[in-house]
T-cell receptor, first 112, second 111 residues
């Protein structure tokens, strides 16, 4: 996970609250991704961004929002519209010259 | 039918054993294949990356791809307790449309 930081490591949310998960990278990678990981379901793509000020929905975007104002940062907001937000959230980056993604250490979100 | 099938395990082996981890897939558009290792409560770490049928070796790890059978494998030789983790296969279609991940196989290497 070197070069990619995610904060906080653990996050607790009350129902009805919006929370924002941070992802910062110093790898100078253009593309950034957000995944959600649940037991037995593997990684599911929430949003991705290939360049600054542009992003696309993934497979499970409902209830989430993102922004990409800087190349280094790709924050994810989990809104109150997300009905089952408890999960492990992973941020990843990719250099456009390669096909491989590199992951951050993750944020574990729990709804109380 | 899922695009990628991976046995969730858990798979328990004694230290020093050869481990075989496998994924099967249904979409012939997948052209690039990766294996990630994920320790508990950590982010996945890239282990191997290959795009052609055949074998690719890196230390104790060998990635094998059989595109005709739509079957990929990761072999771990001389397994160590530190190899205990969940192993995820990841497949990419041509043009990098997206990455499709297997659900992961949990491996435990017993000292």
């Amino acid at each position: 996970d070197g070069g990619i930081t995610q904060s906080p490591k653990y996050l607790f949310r009350k129902e009805g609250q919006n929370v924002t998960l941070s992802c910062e990278q110093n790898l100078n990678h253009d593309a950034m991704y957000w995944y959600r990981q649940d037991p037995g379901q593997g990684l599911r793509l929430i949003y991705y961004s290939q360049i600054v000020n542009d992003f696309q929905k993934g497979d499970i975007a409902e209830g989430y929002s993102v922004s990409r104002e800087k190349k280094e940062s790709f924050p994810l907001t989990v809104t109150s519209a997300q009905k089952n937000p408890t999960a492990f959230y992973l941020c990843a980056t990719r250099a456009t010259s390669t096909d491989t993604q590199y992951f951050g250490p993750g944020t574990r979100l729990t709804v109380l | 039918q899922k695009e990628v099938e991976q046995d969730p395990g858990p798979l328990s082996v004694p230290e020093g054993a050869i481990v075989s981890l496998n994924c099967t897939y249904s979409n012939s558009a997948f052209q690039y294949f990766m294996w990630y290792r994920q320790y508990s409560r950590k982010g996945p770490e890239l282990l191997m990356y290959t795009y052609s049928s055949g074998n690719k070796e890196d230390g104790r790890f060998t990635a094998q791809v059989d595109k005709s059978s739509k079957y990929i494998s990761l072999f771990i030789r001389d397994s160590q307790p530190s190899d205990s983790a969940t192993y995820l296969c990841a497949l990419i279609s041509g043009g990098y449309q997206k990455v499709t991940f297997g659900t992961g196989t949990k491996l435990q290497v017993i000292p």
